[in-house]
């Protein structure tokens, strides 16, 4: 489907008052700018990669398995090994390698199990608060926390460098 010329002009609008007011702004606001419009399309990208994923559970008739009890926690490998499905609290996301290798840092190297879930909690309320928001996790004492630490234990180990 294509955009409505509606809403096509509106963003031709928008774009041109951003384009006027962005040569206003210093470097540090331009900075800041652009580190929140990549934010944005990230954000974007992370929905259209849960569509797709949701589609291709569809697709293959198991929508009803991929949906996990609202308690648990699992991970499953794309096939090109590029992303990690993670279902969580009855929701499924999805991360990018890249995404998921802090997780892992954080629970082998946190001093404690209470530790461990402070940052995971700290750094996914910073990085993906979709994930929070869609399993329902609103604190760092929630059972899905937990869950998530044992999950990320039970299948990834850390690398030595």
Not at 52 to 72: C, I, M, Y
Request: hydrophobic fraction near 35%; charged fraction near 30%; aromatic fraction near 6%.
């Amino acid at each position: 489907m294509g955009k409505s010329k509606a809403a096509t002009s509106q963003r031709a609008h928008l774009i041109k008052e951003l384009t006027q007011t962005v040569k206003r702004v210093d470097e540090e606001g331009l900075l800041f700018l652009l580190r929140q419009a990549k934010v944005l399309v990230r954000n974007a990208e992370v929905e259209e990669l849960n569509r797709e994923a949701d589609k291709l559970a569809q697709t293959r008739g198991r929508k009803a398995q991929a949906q996990p009890r609202a308690g648990s926690v699992g991970f499953e490998d794309s096939p090109d090994g590029k992303m990690v499905f993670l279902s969580i609290g009855g929701t499924r996301k999805v991360l990018s390698v890249e995404e998921l290798k802090p997780l892992v840092r954080i629970c082998y190297s946190a001093q404690t199990k209470s530790d461990a879930l402070s940052q995971l909690f700290t750094y996914l309320s910073r990085e993906r608060r979709d994930i929070l928001a869609d399993a329902g996790i609103g604190s760092r004492s929630h059972g899905l926390l937990e869950a998530l630490f044992y999950a990320v234990r039970q299948k990834y180990k850390l690398k030595e460098r």
